[in-house]
Each structure stands twice: as C-alpha cells, then as structure tokens.
C-alpha cells in the first residue's frame, strides 16, 4: 500500500467517525428537554388558544380579563349559568356563558373541563391518555370513555404532531394546579 492509498484510507475513515459522532450528537441534540417541551407547550397552548375556553374571565374594561390564579381550571364548581334563550337555539345558534367555559347548543350543555396539574384537571393523566383525548376525542383520555363535546376543537387540535401533544401535555403538567371539579355536560331532552 503507497503513501497515498493509506492517506486515502485514513481520510475515509476519520471522514466516518466524524459524521457518526456528528450524528449521533445530532440525534441526542433532537431529544428536547423537558424546560423546552414546558416551553414548547406554553407557546402551542397561548398560540391555539386554550385559555379562550378553559381559563375563567371576569368583564374588564375592554371585555373578558382571564382570572389568572383560575388560569385553564375550567368552568368552575358551584357556577351557575343562565336559562338559555331557546328561541336562538332553534334558530341554530349556539350559545356561550359569559366568561366562555360553558356552551349551550344541539347537544345540550357543555363545560371547558379543568385542565391544570391538579388531580381534579390533568393531573394524574398519563400522557397516552392526553394524547387519546386529542386525537379521538374522548373523555378523559379513557378508550370506552363518551365524545368529547363541542365547541372542543379535538380534531383540529388532534392534527397536532406528536411532539407538539407531548409538548402541550408537559406544560399542562407544570401549571399550577387549581381544585375544581367541573360539572358533568347536560344531555338535550332528546340526547
């Protein structure tokens, strides 16, 4: 072998370490955190708009403020919502509570569930069962479990990529956790 064969040689090879260091540094580089998941999902639940539902309101100046320290804890315990005006249902309306967490339409009553840290949000989920929740819309994330309800936009929100859920679901996990048990959705006379 000439001097050159073996340069060659030893160029390919130190040539296939480094791109095998490289990617195999490149995978582990692709493994988030779990700060940059909380972060991720903190982006993902502000920018799709979570809050709008699952987050309480009291009216302010320029309309409803979210009550921060009942942030995404759902319609809370004890709140009662008003008669609906079943002239507007009829007529094909669907109907809001003022602060947003509860919803009024063909299938009855509905209430934006909590979904804090707390046991009685997502707290003690599995991350399957949160993913379930979103891409099959159901209830808590249980297989047998009934349909999600509308106005819960599952199967948009379910088009999320699977890192994109997971992210959403470690930051549901590190919020603070808030103690509401949401009131079970009212079926129509007909339902």
């Given at each position: 072998?000439?001097?050159?064969?073996?340069?060659?040689?030893?160029?390919?090879?130190?040539?296939?370490?480094?791109?095998?260091?490289?990617?195999?540094?490149?995978?582990?580089?692709?493994?988030?955190?779990?700060?940059?998941?909380?972060?991720?999902?903190?982006?993902?639940?502000?920018?799709?708009?979570?809050?709008?539902?699952?987050?309480?309101?009291?009216?302010?100046?320029?309309?409803?403020?979210?009550?921060?320290?009942?942030?995404?804890?759902g319609f809370q315990?004890?709140?009662?919502?008003?008669?609906?005006?079943?002239?507007?249902?009829?007529?094909?309306?669907?109907?809001?509570?003022?602060?947003?967490?509860?919803?009024?339409?063909?299938?009855?009553?509905?209430?934006?569930?909590?979904?804090?840290?707390?046991?009685?949000?997502?707290?003690?989920?599995?991350?399957?069962?949160?993913?379930?929740?979103?891409?099959?819309?159901?209830?808590?994330?249980?297989?047998?479990?009934?349909?999600?309800?509308?106005?819960?936009?599952?199967?948009?929100?379910?088009?999320?990529?699977?890192?994109?859920?997971?992210?959403?679901?470690?930051?549901?996990?590190?919020?603070?956790?808030?103690?509401?048990?949401?009131?079970?959705?009212?079926?129509?006379?007909?339902?």
């Open positions: 072998m000439n001097k050159i064969e073996l340069l060659l040689i030893t160029c390919i090879i130190m040539a296939f370490v480094a791109c095998s260091e490289s990617v195999s540094h490149e995978a582990s580089g692709n493994m988030p955190t779990e700060d940059s998941l909380v972060s991720r999902g903190k982006y993902l639940v502000t920018a799709i708009g979570c809050a709008d539902c699952h987050s309480p309101k009291r009216m302010g100046p320029k309309g409803p403020e979210f009550i921060e320290e009942l942030a995404l804890s315990a004890g709140n009662t919502i008003p008669e609906p005006d079943l002239e507007a249902l009829k007529n094909g309306w669907i109907l809001f509570n003022g602060d947003l967490t509860a919803a009024v339409g063909p299938w009855g009553i509905s209430y934006a569930a909590n979904i804090t840290s707390d046991p009685t949000g997502i707290g003690n989920w599995t991350e399957e069962n949160f993913r379930r929740a979103l891409r099959h819309g159901k209830f808590k994330g249980i297989e047998s479990g009934r349909d999600l309800l509308p106005p819960m936009p599952w199967q948009g929100i379910g088009q999320l990529s699977d890192m994109d859920i997971k992210a959403v679901f470690y930051f549901l996990q590190s919020t603070h956790p808030v103690q509401n048990v949401v009131p079970s959705p009212v079926p129509t006379a007909a339902g």
